[in-house]
């Protein structure tokens, strides 16, 4: 495997379900993010792992739940979620404390449907 | 703050037809600038960057040029094709920052 990649690639869950997104990026790099996007509206970021350590959490509400336990790995536990959850979640990574430019390279997403 | 402002879409285009996307940014330091792409039932795709005033990134046909004085990094391709239909998104990354400021995407469509 190379790059950035996401399991599930689709997931439709109820609203009392636990579940959780995966992603891994084969880079060798040391942050990385969640992202949400929806229909229509802009890219929000979510979470920004570095070094394994969360640097930020964007007003996220508490159902959706990081975790980073390795530099390689990052997931998204997710519990009761409501019916405007549903989007396309995407991982990214990238190298910003190597200096130069910070340019992130993105999974393909999880689609994820609430119903 | 940082902000990136592109042209709203949709964008209709036939083949071998000019593609012009506006992007203008906000930034408060000396940002580099990303064009990123998302074809259907993809995630983002680098596409094209620039990291300092006059830089130009090109790519795939697609160029955009960093400037300055006018606080822009529009791209443009000169023949586009069906493949190229897709999603199109700007960016800005601030130095030591972590983030990347997005644009809110442009749809771009062209027909055979």
């Known amino acids: 495997e190379t790059g950035v990649t996401q399991t599930p690639r689709h997931l439709v869950m109820g609203m009392t379900n636990k579940k959780s997104l995966k992603c891994e990026q084969h880079?060798?790099?040391?942050?990385m993010y969640w992202y949400k996007q929806s229909a229509k509206k802009p890219l929000e970021l979510m979470f920004v792992y570095s070094l394994e350590e969360r640097v930020e959490n964007n007003s996220v509400p508490s159902r959706f739940s990081p975790e980073c336990p390795n530099s390689s790995h990052l997931f998204l536990h997710l519990h009761t979620l409501q019916p405007e959850d549903s989007a396309l979640y995407l991982c990214?990574?990238?190298?910003?404390?190597?200096?130069?430019?910070?340019?992130?390279?993105f999974g393909p997403g999880t689609r994820l449907t609430v119903l | 703050g940082n902000s990136v402002t592109q042209m709203e879409g949709p964008v209709t285009l036939s083949e071998e037809a000019f593609l012009t996307i506006n992007c203008t940014y906000t930034a408060t330091g000396y940002p580099s600038l990303f064009w990123y792409v998302q074809y259907p039932g993809e995630g983002l795709q680098l596409l094209l960057k620039a990291t300092k005033a006059d830089d130009k990134g090109s790519n795939k046909g697609f160029e955009a040029t960093y400037r300055k004085e006018t606080t822009s990094f529009h791209l443009e391709k000169g023949s586009v094709q069906v493949s190229d239909s897709a999603v199109y998104f700007c960016?800005?990354?601030?130095?030591?920052?972590?983030?990347?400021?997005f644009g809110a995407g442009t749809t771009v469509t062209v027909r055979a």
């Open positions: 990214a990574s990238s190298n910003p404390l190597a200096g130069g430019i910070s340019e992130q390279f």
């Open positions: 880079l060798g790099h040391n942050a």
């Open positions: 960016a800005l990354s601030d130095q030591d920052d972590y983030k990347l400021s």
